[in-house]
Antibody, heavy 125, light 107 residues
């Protein structure tokens, strides 16, 4: 069965750092784009960052630019989100998702078909 | 960044009702839109991509339509398991942006 599992969350003080991991089982993660999405307590979903199959293309939301870094190790079937200079506003459940990146003629569509259960990041002094 | 505005923010409906949720983009996004369902304490679940393509395994009572700036998610006959929150997501450009969500509650 194909699965994604996030890990690495925890309680950290403002300004602190964590390394979140997203590890796949039951399929080869290197064949897919991967996206990180977060959800603050009681709030909606926020797209955070994504990375392509070989790690050569990355994008992220402005609010994390320069603080968060997405990367991958295809030999370990894993994608990472290095989160630095954490702020209280970064407190959230962080989900990773597999992107089918569906092709139709000359267009590609995001389609996050498989998600992990999430890892909780708490930023508090 | 493209702003996605969903309406309503919440609604109450009964089993068997037809439910329509709308999503408006702040600029033309052609058909680069997906819909996700999220139940409390769970990760989101993909329903629709490319505005109207039904994801494999999703019941046919779910449908999506629209292009440009205005999109709809329709549930033709609400089932007990459909009470959840629903989010649209544009993938026209970066950063991707979600709508604020629509919570569908039991009447």
């Amino acid at each position: 069965e194909a699965q994604l599992v996030e890990s690495g969350g925890g309680l950290v003080q403002p300004g602190g750092s964590l390394r979140l991991s997203c590890t796949a089982s039951g399929f080869t993660l290197s064949a897919f784009w991967v996206t990180w999405v977060r959800q603050a307590p009681g709030k909606g979903l926020e797209w955070v960052a994504n990375i392509n199959e070989d790690g050569s293309l990355k994008s992220s939301v402005d609010s994390v630019e320069g603080r968060f870094t997405i990367s991958r190790d295809n030999a370990k079937n894993s994608v990472y989100l290095e989160v630095n200079s954490l702020r209280v506003a970064d407190r959230a459940i962080y989900y990773c998702a597999r992107d089918l990146n569906v092709r139709d003629a000359n267009t590609y569509y995001d389609a996050f078909d498989l998600w992990g259960p999430g890892t909780v990041v708490t930023v508090s002094s | 960044a493209i702003q996605m505005t969903q309406s309503p923010s919440s609604l109450s409906a009964s089993v068997g009702d037809r439910v329509i949720i709308t999503c408006r983009a702040s600029q033309d996004i052609t058909n680069d839109l997906a819909w996700y369902q999220q139940k409390p304490g769970k990760a989101p679940n993909l329903l629709i991509y490319a505005a109207s393509s039904l994801q494999s395994g999703v019941p046919s009572r779910f449908s999506g339509s629209g292009s440009g700036t205005d999109f709809t998610l329709t549930i033709s006959a609400l089932q007990p398991e459909d009470f959840a929150s629903y989010y649209c997501l544009q993938d026209f450009n970066y950063p991707r942006t979600f709508g604020q969500g629509t919570k569908v509650e039991i009447k």
